[in-house]
């Protein structure tokens, strides 16, 4: 059997041969500058030897030459000190000098490791996670089990607590749901509650309890048996969805986090670009200062690490540039530098970076670090960006995300639907059953948007009981089946209040990006098409057509 290399592994063991391959010339090179320099002393060619010496400090041990780092190091920080005084000393000049042949004549000992470490993030998952219940009321079941599978859930019914019992030995699931009045005795649940915990004991299977009543001792007993939850029937489908989610949380992983690396050390950057990548993110690398704008906006990063030392302009420099855009405002920037003196970093965090990491750093330390800072940047964003109901994007997020992804279309030519969607007569229900009850028909909506949408869609809350999706590389036929089986899946779905239940449906309007010019057209093409479907009778779904005026209905698909 042939064993095939990882294509990361593989491209990251070029780039070290890469390295060591030029690895002669450079130090040649270093070599010829400083004996041009300790002839005459030149302010912008120290500089550049600054430069060289700087990179190969921190580029040594990432490719496995930790001495030449070190050496380098060393060079480096006298040099440092001659620049900063314009001017070489004797004693200065001689000790570079030494440091400088010595770095000539040294051979690479390169640090062969048995293996790279490279922690991943959780993979992304798409599947149906898998819940048991044990329920001897069928009706009961099949309600429950039809409905949460609009949400994600596929649900294994159990009408005897032995075959219960069994499937869980036999099977670890998500969650279970027990029915605690299955027995009809109140005693005897509780301490089948209790058996069932014991056997998925070590593994903490989740336990939600539903009963008949909502008594406080009832409720008591079942935590102190086991449970995590507790629920009383009738069942509200959306409180349990929320829940499932709760107990059953991070089985699904976010969008890849996005490290932009900027530095004029190309097979540096593209080292480090890589590690991340095997690691589960998405690394950009830019070398020339100029092209970071454009970058950014293409790329969207949740981090940018920056290398200080810059050929064309320093790193606080280009950092605050950045922040000149207000949009680039909430991202964090990381100084990447073997310069180790303190106050030179505050000096630089106080201008315009977030962070420093000092070289060299081995691959699991930049793993570690770069995750940390980009999954905290995610999170405050997000934070920011997310509607606190339903926890879609706001308004603004989506419509900043519609101008990011019109621009990425013409570059690219995919293209992309944009669906505008709204609740039908939900005036009526927050006056019949009040703006609580509508509040939970807002959030059931909102999860069952986001749960159907794929890893690069945006769902957003537009405004009140309007919503707004992107889904990205779609074409109308597409979109159009992906809105009625929604449509269709949501209108089956009963909300209760005060003994009462009833149902809601939504209408919907959609528009493909190439058929109009900019995000302005798009958005108010969409947004005629729901109109259209308002008024067209509503629960239905309509799309604009280039070929035609205004929006075609869709054909309807029983």
């Given amino acids: 059997m042939i064993e095939r290399k990882d294509p990361v592994l593989k491209a990251l063991e070029h780039l070290k041969h890469s390295y060591l391959g030029e690895l002669p010339g450079r ?49 480096e920080s006298v040099l440092l000190e001659c620049i900063k005084r314009n001017h ?16 000539k004549n040294c051979k690479p000992v390169i640090i062969h490791e048995s293996g790279i470490y ?27 089990s039809h409905s949460l599978l609009s949400y994600g859930y596929n649900l ?77 029937k009738p069942v509200e489908i959306d409180i349990l969805v929320s829940d499932l989610d709760r107990l059953t949380a991070g089985g699904h992983a976010s969008e890849e986090l996005r490290v932009l690396f900027i530095d ?7 080292h480090n670009a890589l590690l991340i990548e095997k690691a589960g993110m998405k690394g950009k690398v830019v070398t020339k200062p100029g092209k970071v704008g454009d970058a950014i906006g293409e790329f969207n990063p949740d981090l940018i690490v920056m290398e200080l030392f810059l050929p064309e302009c320093n790193g606080r420099e280009l950092a605050d540039i950045i922040r000149f855009y207000p949009h680039y405002l909430h991202i964090p920037v990381v100084f990447l530098s073997t310069e180790p003196q303190i106050m030179l970093q505050l000096s630089q965090l106080k201008m315009a970076g977030d962070d420093f990491l000092i070289k060299p ?5 930049l793993l570690n670090a770069v995750r940390f800072r980009a999954m905290r940047s995610r999170q405050i964003s997000e934070m920011m960006s997310l509607d606190h109901l339903t926890g879609l994007l706001k308004h603004t997020a989506i419509k900043d995300r519609l101008k990011f992804e019109m621009s990425r279309a013409v570059r690219s030519g995919i293209h992309f639907s944009l669906v505008m969607l709204d609740l039908d007569y939900f005036r009526a229900i927050n006056e019949s059953y009040g703006h609580v009850v509508g509040d939970r028909v807002i959030r059931s909506l909102g999860r069952l948007l986001r749960q159907r949408v794929r890893t690069g869609d945006a769902v957003a809350r537009y405004g009140g009981e309007e919503f707004a999706i992107i889904l990205y590389d779609c074409i ?39 058929d109009v010019k900019n995000p302005e057209e798009l958005l108010e093409a969409a947004e005629g098409a729901l109109r259209l479907a308002k008024t067209s009778g509503r629960n239905q779904v309509q799309v604009y057509r280039k070929s035609t005026i205004g929006a075609t209905p869709s054909p309807k698909r029983i």
């Fill in 27 to 75: 130090l040649a090179y270093i070599s010829e500058m400083w004996s041009e320099l300790s002839d005459k002393w030149d302010l912008e060619q120290a500089y550049e030897l600054l430069s060289y010496l700087h990179n190969l400090a921190g580029s040594g041990q990432t490719f496995g030459c930790g001495d030449l780092g070190t050496v380098a190091k060393e060079a």
């Fill in 264 to 270: 004029h050390d190309q097979e540096f950057a593209n």
């Fill in 156 to 232: 294994h019914t159990y009408n005897t607590v032995e075959g219960f019992q069994s499937a869980v030995s036999a099977k670890l699931p998500d969650a279970v749901i027990v029915d605690i009045q299955f027995c009809k005795n109140q005693d005897m649940d509780i301490h089948r509650i209790r058996e069932l915990k014991q056997v998925a004991a070590d593994l903490t299977v989740p336990a939600l309890v539903l009963g008949n009543n909502s008594d406080f001792s009832l409720k008591l007993a079942a935590k102190r048996a086991g449970a995590d939850a507790f629920q009383t």
């Fill in 361 to 365: 750093l081995t691959d699991t330390e």
């Fill in 118 to 144: 490279l922690p991943s993030l959780p993979a992304l998952s798409q599947a149906n996670k898998e819940i048991f219940i044990l329920e001897d009321n069928k009706f009961l079941a099949r309600t429950l």
């Fill in 476 to 514: 109308l036929f597409n979109a159009e089946a992906v809105m009625e089986k929604l449509l269709l899946d949501f209108s089956q779905q009963y909300f209760s209040d005060r003994g009462a239940s009833f149902n809601v449906t939504f209408s919907c309007g959609i528009c493909y990006s190439a």
């Fill in 88 to 103: 070489m000393n004797t004693v200065s000049g001689h000790e570079i000098d030494c440091i400088i042949k010595t770095l």
